[in-house]
Nanobody, 123 residues
Framework: QLRLEESGGDSVQAGGSLRLSCVVSGYSYSRFCVGWFRQSQGKEREGVGTIDSDDRTTYADSVKGRATISRNNAQKTLYLEMNSLKPEDTAMYYC?????????????????WGQGTQVTVSS
């Protein structure tokens, strides 16, 4: 069974940086589509970005230029690095995977989710 576990969330000051990790386990790992999402209290879940089999990435406009998604295949770990953090980046951050899709990840069916890691940005 595919499992995802996020970590790295923290409370930081505005302007700071964080790197979130997402470890993939319990599945024959391959470079399938992975997405990062976030959800703030009282708001709908928002897509942050995706990474495909060729490590091509997409980003939401709200984080473009401040976020970088990458992966370390040897460690079966995905990363979301964010800098110039703003209070509006405060949210629970989730990684999600579609193990049956490797490209065009914006159309992926992200059926496997982690439990999330909390990011809080104070002004």
């Amino acid at each position: 069974q595919l499992r995802l576990e996020e970590s790295g969330g923290d409370s930081v000051q505005a302007g700071g940086s964080l790197r979130l990790s997402c470890v993939v386990s319990g599945y024959s790992y391959s470079r399938f589509c992975v997405g990062w999402f976030r959800q703030s209290q009282g708001k709908e879940r928002e897509g942050v970005g995706t990474i495909d089999s060729d490590d091509r990435t997409t980003y939401a406009d709200s984080v473009k230029g401040r976020a970088t998604i990458s992966r370390n295949n040897a460690q079966k770990t995905l990363y979301l690095e964010m800098n110039s953090l703003k209070p509006e980046d405060t949210a629970m951050y989730y990684c999600a995977a579609d193990p049956y899709r490797h490209y065009a990840c914006s159309g992926a069916d992200f059926g496997h989710w982690g439990q999330g890691t909390q990011v809080t940005v104070s002004s």
